[in-house]
């Protein structure tokens, strides 16, 4: 009976070990504000973002699929510059995810390490971004509002490239 009662403790404790490592986190935990922690070229030493080196990068990812990015750097004179990058959807269903229409990249390559950290692999380049819980809407609004305006309408981009880009 004891050595019953001892197996049945190893096999519960093993059940829970198991299930602790294999848990994930939930695909809707990637919802809200997020910025580029650190980065790291392959072959080449990590860096630092943010107050490390005036420059990170902002993701917004909206519960139905809107998707945002930026770079923001920190001038010389102490100025925050945000340079609009891209504007459109992304898709994170199961662990699979995919943005801007791009193909799905491998669940290994776009991971949730927990509720507010996620690393990615970006062509050669592994990435580490952190949620940011405590940042208001209003500046999450304005960043997004800005990377729309990267989307140039098709009516100026036409007349830019026959005034501007016009070959002599």
């Keep these: 009976m004891k050595k019953m009662f001892l197996a049945m ?9 198991m299930s602790a490592q294999t848990k994930t986190v939930a695909d809707k935990e990637l919802i809200g504000a997020w910025t580029l922690e650190w980065m790291q070229y392959d072959g080449e030493k990590k860096i630092d973002c943010g107050a490390a080196n005036s420059y990170s ?10 998707y945002a990015c930026a770079e923001i750097g920190l ?17 994170f269903k199961n662990g699979v995810y995919s943005e801007m229409g791009r193909p ?20 050669n380049r592994t990435e580490a971004w952190v949620k940011q819980t405590e940042m208001p809407e ?5 960043i997004v509002e800005r990377c729309k305006q990267q989307n140039t309408p098709e009516d100026v981009q036409q007349f830019l490239k026959q005034k501007v880009f016009k070959k002599p």
Excluded: C
């Excluded at 403790?9 to 070990?17: A, E, H, P, R, Y």
């Design 57 to 66: 990068s902002f993701k917004y990812y909206g519960a139905d699929g809107e």
């Design 75 to 91: 001038t010389k004179g102490g100025q925050v510059v945000i340079m609009p990058h891209e504007y459109g959807t992304y898709s």
């Design 104 to 123: 799905a990249v491998a669940p290994s390559d776009m991971k949730l390490t927990d509720k507010t950290h996620f690393q990615g692999r970006w062509m």
């Design 9 to 17: 403790i190893v096999v519960l404790m093993s059940t829970n070990w």
């Design 138 to 142: 209003e500046v999450i609004r304005y």
